[in-house]
Structure formats: structure tokens, C-alpha cells
């Protein structure tokens, strides 16, 4: 059996920096995650957004959540704001479950907002 497989593809202009995540992310992929989100903070001093677009994100567990709350604590830190585009549903409850959905912005609120009356909908 193949270990899980995370991709990461990196943009920046302006400030924005930007970090698609394809695959999966849990035990053995949080540390990839959180030294290139490290490193993306690093490269550019002038950045005020991180972007972690998660739309290709196919399994998120528990390490992977601890690893997304490390780069909010690392970016808030610094004042750049940390964005995640595109949840899944899976991500989006496990947000909700935990509480923790408040910490990271939403690129665009009436989606965030459609994905939550998705998630309801299929719970009930």
C-alpha cells in the first residue's frame, strides 16, 4: 500500500500568497504542509494573505487539522491573515465541530455559508 500523497502548488502576487493542496492530509503529510506554508510566510515579507485553497483536498484528520491551527497561530502571529478557499464539506464540519471555523477567513462568505446549509442538510 502507497503512503498518502499531499501536492502542493504555490502562487504569490502582490501580497496574496497562495497554496493549492490536492490529496490528503493527515499524519504523514501535516509536516510537509506546515514547513511550505513556513516557507511561503518566509518568502515574501510584504504578504498580508495566505490562501490554502482546498478544494482538491480529499481527507483531512486530526494531524491535519492540529497542522492547519499551526499555520493560523504562525500567520496571525506575523499579521497575515489565512484564508481557506474552498473547503470540502468534510472540512467544513469538521470546522464546525471543532469549533474552530471562526479562526480562518473565508475568501467569499455566501459560499462558505451555501457549503454550511449543505452540510446541515445531509446531517439532520
Do not use: W
Not at 10 to 19: H, I, P, T
Not at 47 to 71: F, N, W
Request: proline share 4%; net charge negative; hydrophobic share 35%.
Amino acid at each position: 500500500m502507497s503512503a498518502p500523497f499531499l501536492s502542493l502548488t504555490v502562487a504569490s502576487e502582490d501580497g496574496v500568497m497562495r497554496l493549492r493542496l490536492a490529496g490528503v492530509l493527515d499524519y504523514d503529510t501535516s509536516d510537509g504542509l506546515i514547513e511550505r506554508a513556513g516557507a511561503c510566510v518566509e518568502e515574501d515579507p510584504r504578504a498580508g494573505q495566505l490562501h490554502l485553497d482546498c478544494e482538491k483536498l480529499r481527507l483531512c484528520d486530526s494531524t491535519g487539522l492540529s497542522a492547519l491551527l499551526m499555520i493560523h497561530r504562525r500567520t496571525t502571529d506575523r499579521g497575515i491573515t489565512l484564508f481557506l478557499d474552498n473547503p470540502p464539506p468534510f472540512l467544513e464540519r469538521m470546522l464546525d465541530v471543532t469549533g474552530t471555523r471562526h479562526l480562518f477567513a473565508a475568501e467569499n462568505e455566501t459560499s462558505r455559508q451555501s457549503r454550511s446549509d449543505e452540510i446541515r442538510e445531509t446531517t439532520d
